[in-house]
T-cell receptor, first 108, second 114 residues
Framework: TQLLEQSPQFLSIQEGENLTVYCNSS?????LQWYRQEPGEGPVLLVT?????EVKKLKRLTFQFGDARKDSSLHITAAQPGDTGLYLC????????FGSGTKLNVKP | GAGVSQSPSNKVTEKGKDVELRCDPI?????LYWYRQSLGQGLEFLIY????????KSGLPSDRFSAERTGGSVSTLTIQRTQQEDSAVYLC????????????FGPGTRLTVL
């Protein structure tokens, strides 16, 4: 059983559309991270959120940490083909607990 | 480059053989992590090192899996008597310390057990 559940598992959209990816858990984490992974490479850290209710923006990406520090969302505005990849969330509590990932494909 | 490196990048082996996977962390990083990733899935924690000691080995799937780290730098993950279910990408990451929440990942070793 995964400690962190991500949804959706797969997402295929057209360039220019908006999307939201969710990361949910019944456990409380001290912080939560989002990574993007491209084929043949290791995950790359996008953001770390620490405070419940925190919102961070990174260009077209908006990350939110739930008030109870159990869940998070990643919203991408006007998706581009370069956003294609596997998005992973990771909860941090003594060690890193990774979600199952959301595979995003943005078609030109 | 100054990133985390792993070797080999690909390894094909026959069932029952032993394999060794190597990780070179970023210089000066004291914490080192091993993960396993099945095709396009999330990461499964295997073991982590702080210096040369492994405070948390809870993720090792069986006693066929072992890992060591020497000189506070290079780490080797060994899988004995490989099975087909061991086929996966094995990822290594390092961080400045165990209390740092920023991990830097290597490109992984893709292991295929025939």
């Amino acid at each position: 059983t995964q400690l962190l559940e991500q949804s959706p598992q797969f997402l295929s959209i057209q360039e220019g559309e908006n999307l939201t990816v969710y990361c949910n858990s019944s456990s409380v984490f001290s912080s939560l991270q989002w990574y993007r992974q491209e084929p043949g490479e290791g995950p790359v850290l996008l953001v770390t959120v620490v405070t419940g209710g925190e919102v961070k923006k990174l260009k077209r990406l908006t990350f939110q940490f739930g008030d109870a520090r159990k869940d998070s969302s990643l919203h991408i505005t006007a998706a581009q083909p370069g956003d294609t990849g596997l998005y992973l969330c990771a909860g941090v509590f003594n060690k890193f607990y990774f979600g199952s990932g959301t595979k995003l494909n943005v078609k030109p | 480059g100054a990133g985390v490196s792993q070797s080999p990048s690909n390894k094909v082996t026959e069932k029952g053989k032993d394999v060794e996977l190597r990780c070179d962390p970023i210089s000066g990083h004291t914490a080192l992590y091993w993960y396993r990733q099945s095709l396009g899935q999330g990461l499964e924690f295997l073991i982590y090192f702080q210096g040369n000691s492994a405070p948390d080995k809870s993720g090792l799937p069986s006693d066929r899996f072992s890992a060591e780290r020497t000189g506070g730098s290079v780490s080797t993950l060994t899988i004995q008597r490989t099975q087909q279910e061991d086929s996966a990408v094995y990822l290594c990451a390092s961080s400045l310390s165990a209390s740092s929440d920023t991990q830097y990942f290597g490109p992984g070793t893709r292991l295929t057990v025939l």
